[in-house]
Antibody
Framework: EVQLVESGGGVVQPGGSLRLSCAAS????????MHWVRQAPGKGLEWVSA????????YYADSVKGRFTISRDNSKNSLYLQIKSLRTEDTALYYC?????????????WGQGTMVTVSS | DIQLTQSPSFLSASVGDRVTITCRAS??????LAWYQQKPGKAPKLLIY???SLQSGVPSRFSGSGSGTEFTLTISSLQPEDFATYYC??????????FGGGTKVEIK
């Protein structure tokens, strides 16, 4: 089964840092652009960041630019999101998602999410 | 940034009803629009891409239409498993992707 599994979330104080991970399985990971999307409790979906298949291009929402860094290790079929200078408004469930690159270009596979809570 | 406005934000319907959800874009997005379904505690699921193409495995009672700035998602006959929140997403201004605010469909 095609699968994405996130990890690394937790409770962190404002100004703190975390590294989120996403492990991909049962598909050719380096064929796809990958994204992070987040959802604050009881709220809608917010696109956060994207990285092309080879890591050559990265993109960020204005709300996280300069604080978040997306990366990938294709040899480990893994996607990462380094998050720094955390703010209370970064509290959310963070989803790893696959863009159907060259197909629909929509987000066809999603992980179950990892929760980040920013609180003092 | 392109803003997406969904209406209604909440609707109450019965099993068997025909349901239509609208998504309006603040500027044209051509046909680069997708629809997702999200059930409580679950990740979103892709239903429709490029405005009207049905994702593999999605029941044919779901359909999408529109282009430019106005789009609709229609469920022809609402089933118990369709009670969920639905989101539209534009990919025209890729990579600055945006989602609509969501439409929650509840049982009347």
């Amino acid at each position: 089964e095609v699968q994405l599994v996130e990890s690394g979330g937790g409770v962190v104080q404002p100004g703190g840092s975390l590294r989120l991970s996403c492990a991909a399985s049962t598909f050719i990971f380096d064929d796809y652009t990958m994204h992070w999307v987040r959802q604050a409790p009881g709220k809608g979906l917010e696109w956060v960041s994207a990285i092309t298949w080879d890591g050559g291009s990265t993109y960020y929402a204005d709300s996280v630019k300069g604080r978040f860094t997306i990366s990938r290790d294709n040899s480990k079929n893994s996607l990462y999101l380094q998050i720094k200078s955390l703010r209370t408004e970064d509290t959310a469930l963070y989803y790893c998602t696959r863009e159907d690159t060259g197909g629909s270009d929509a987000f066809d596979i999603w992980g179950q999410g990892t929760m980040v809570t920013v609180s003092s | 940034d392109i803003q997406l406005t969904q209406s209604p934000s909440f609707l109450s319907a019965s099993v068997g009803d025909r349901v239509t959800i609208t998504c309006r874009a603040s500027q044209g997005v051509s046909s680069y629009l997708a629809w997702y379904q999200q059930k409580p505690g679950k990740a979103p699921k892709l239903l429709i891409y490029t405005a009207s193409s049905l994702q593999s495995g999605v029941p044919s009672r779901f359909s999408g239409s529109g282009s430019g700035t106005e789009f609709t998602l229609t469920i022809s006959s609402l089933q118990p498993e369709d009670f969920a929140t639905y989101y539209c997403q534009q990919l025209n201004s890729y990579p600055q992707i945006t989602f609509g605010g969501g439409t929650k469909v509840e049982i009347k």
